[in-house]
């Protein structure tokens, strides 16, 4: 897996309540598509195009300086519904290594990490500002996300601490694989096995 | 000291603790169907992993498969290499298939529970989000990404950390026209989608005690559109009932010993819970989402919500909501034309959601201009509903009688709402292009949905 440890960058404000999988990929462009690359250009297709396919200028992401943002900023429940990890994959195919929202769904905040793109959790009111620091800016903001230290830093220097999962922030700093970190439990796992088939017979078909 | 169903079952399978709050949780069960599951064995043997435990995995097509009546594999063309895909690697594995046209095929939320594969006591996982839905027979299941599923694919185990225990008791006698459904719509109304993020709810109370587990599941599926991964209902004489005899259920001596393993897992009395909510079913009506979110929604007897007078911070969602339905605010819902009725999904397309909808049909005509489709949810479903004779009913009633599959809840397959029209739905999910592009989802019961085929509008069934 990609290694995460820090981005600068424009950070778009995307800032909509319930940001569902859906809305960032339609299933059935998982249908056609064969693996996880590819997916940039349907990310967010109903709100960045129009029904004939032309560009919808009013959505931010088509908006400069947001279009490419590495990061985005929303507002609670990011990611909710569909499991389909196709949303991360179309955030990361578009360019997105981060999003900054008060809250996410649970099936894609894991799936994010599986993928090196980091889920940022802050109060509404510091992504507000975040994003009021882009708006007043004229096109040079910046914001920094440091998983390192764990904190971001506004386009007016302000620092803001967030909070992550030990085990999740040492995975990403180092691209580790979930696959090659459990095999070294292998006798752990079989050990419990053995004694479930004694326990619970009837579950082993 | 007390435990709760959830802590019981998950303690069970904690492998090792791997620190920091992580534990390694044994699988007892892993799902796949021909979206994600297909791909994820596929990439999982090309990284040179197998499947470890071949015998526990079950798999079934259901999301890219037509469901038109007489359907082959190439009825949807974008689907087939999905399921060629899907038999190649489940027949090299080892791996069970309910192929399509097969007893045992369906929906992968339906065939778990009907096949007597989700058991109480298990976990069960599945690379889909309303994996939540098998929670009904006290199973702690819950819906997980491509790499996860690869990870279950490679080592039957999972990397997980302990969500936070929620109970949700709905007490009291079950008004007329209330169904499981409108009681989780109502919580969701009531709380909103993010409510259980987080956390394992567990559905408790007299009015779930009293549910069939048809009804449990249900209940259970739509936990994911409050934002909890993962829902439950403690196993009972009910639960057991249902799944006696049932294929994989176990059999003889070993049934008994199952069963009085199962009897330990209902929460002990004194166990607690990090958040408790408890909806009194007096207050429980016939329910109909009219926004773009399962929890925009309302009592059908009620008014369309006016953004102005809602919360602050729901003002902008309102709007936008309203726009994208083709709503007005103020206005009441009953009675809002429709074009589309779609009976069928994880959530509703079990034999007792035909039987409650082909009650409402059962002698009357559809509204000319409503296009209705009945798709039940697997295969023995489709069966025991023809020997039934619903089949016909419908038939009779102007609505058309599909495959099994999940067909118009995710459009995954071609299956669409065309733009700019209104559906009401059994399904669980009304987001934006859900359904298809700009089509507009009201979600309702199996019974409203049948009401409002026959109306040609959305109705209130305790009229009909």
Not at chain 1, 7 to 21: K, S
Not at chain 2, 195 to 221: D, F, I
Not at chain 2, 388 to 413: Q, T, V, Y
């Amino acid at each position: 897996m990609e290694k995460f440890t820090r981005v600068t960058g424009v950070a778009a404000p995307l800032m909509r309540q319930n940001v569902d999988t859906d809305l960032v990929i339609r299933i059935e462009r998982l249908v056609n598509n064969t693996g996880r690359q590819g997916l940039g250009p349907y990310c967010f297709e109903q709100i960045r195009f129009k029904p004939d396919g032309s560009e919808n200028p009013d959505c931010v992401l088509n908006q400069e300086p947001y279009r490419g943002a590495p990061i985005i900023l929303s507002a609670e429940n990011f990611g909710c519904g569909s499991s389909r990890e196709g949303a991360v994959w179309a955030l990361a195919g578009m360019g997105v290594k981060v999003v900054i929202a008060p809250s996410y769904g649970d099936i894609f905040y894991n799936n994010c990490f599986q993928n090196g793109l980091l889920p940022v959790a802050l109060p509404i009111e510091e992504v507000e500002q975040l994003a009021d620091e882009m708006r007043a800016s004229p096109g040079n903001a910046r914001v920094t996300v440091d998983l390192e230290n764990c904190q971001v830093v506004s386009p007016t220097g302000r620092v803001i601490p967030f909070k992550i999962d030990a085990r999740r922030q040492h995975a990403l700093l180092n691209g580790l694989d979930d696959i090659a970190q459990t095999m070294t439990h292998k006798d752990k796992v079989e050990a419990w096995q053995t004694t479930d088939k004694n326990a619970r017979p009837w579950v082993w078909l | 000291m007390a435990r709760t169903l959830f802590d019981k079952i998950w303690d069970s399978h904690v492998i090792t603790d791997l620190g920091n709050g992580f534990v390694l949780l044994h699988i007892d069960r892993l799902l796949l169907h021909d979206l994600s599951g297909a791909r994820a064995l596929r990439d999982v043997t090309e990284k040179g992993y197998t499947p470890a435990q071949p015998r526990l995995i079950y798999a079934t097509p259901d999301h890219a498969i037509s469901t038109m009546p007489g359907r082959t594999e190439e009825t949807f063309p974008p689907g087939a290499p999905l399921l060629r895909g899907l038999r190649e690697n489940t027949k090299k594995f080892g791996i069970h298939l309910f192929d399509i046209g097969k007893d045992g095929n369906g929906i992968v939320h339906i065939v778990g529970p009907e096949q007597g594969l989700t058991l109480p006591g298990t976990t069960l996982v599945c690379g889909d989000s309303h994996t939540c839905t098998h929670g009904g027979m006290g199973s702690l299941a819950f819906g997980i990404g491509s790499s996860e599923l690869e990870h279950v694919l490679a080592t039957q185990t999972m990397v997980q950390r302990k969500p936070k225990r929620f109970r949700v008791q709905f007490e009291g006698k079950v008004p007329e026209g209330v169904t499981a459904k409108d009681m989780i719509l109502h919580l969701i109304g009531d709380l909103g989608t993010a409510a259980g993020t987080g956390h394992a709810v567990e559905y408790a109370g007299s009015a779930v005690r009293g549910l069939a587990v048809e009804g449990r599941l249900t209940l259970c599926n739509l936990s994911i559109e409050m934002g909890a991964r993962t829902g439950m209902v403690a196993p009972d004489d009910t639960t057991f009932e249902y799944l006696a005899g049932r294929d994989f259920s176990p059999k003889g001596a070993m049934w008994d010993r199952a069963v009085a393993h199962w009897r330990t897992l209902p929460s002990d009395p004194d166990a607690d819970f990090d958040r408790e909510h408890t909806i009194d079913m007096a207050r429980v009506a016939p329910q109909i989402t009219w926004g773009t979110s399962p929890e925009h929604v309302i009592a059908v007897d009620r008014a369309i919500p006016d953004p102005d007078r809602g919360p602050e911070d729901k003002r902008a969602a309102w709007t936008a909501a309203l726009q994208y339905q083709g709503l007005e605010p103020g206005k009441p819902i009953e009675g809002t034309k429709v074009d589309w009725v779609f009976i069928g999904s994880c959530t509703n397309s079990r034999i007792s959601d035909l039987r409650a909808a082909a009650a409402i049909a059962k002698g009357r005509q559809k509204a000319p201009h409503v296009n209705a489709w009945i798709v039940p949810g697997s295969e023995r479903v489709k069966r025991e509903a023809e020997a039934e004779g619903l089949d016909r009913i419908f038939k009779d009633a102007g609505f058309e009688w599909r495959e099994p599959g999940c067909s118009m809840c995710i459009a995954s397959n071609g299956e669409r709402v065309p733009p700019g029209q209104r559906s009401v739905s059994t399904s669980n999910r009304n987001f934006v292009g859900r359904q298809g592009p700009g089509a507009r989802t009201h979600l309702a019961s199996p019974a409203m949905a049948a009401a409002a085929a026959i109306k040609g509008a959305i109705a209130d069934v305790r009229k009909l």
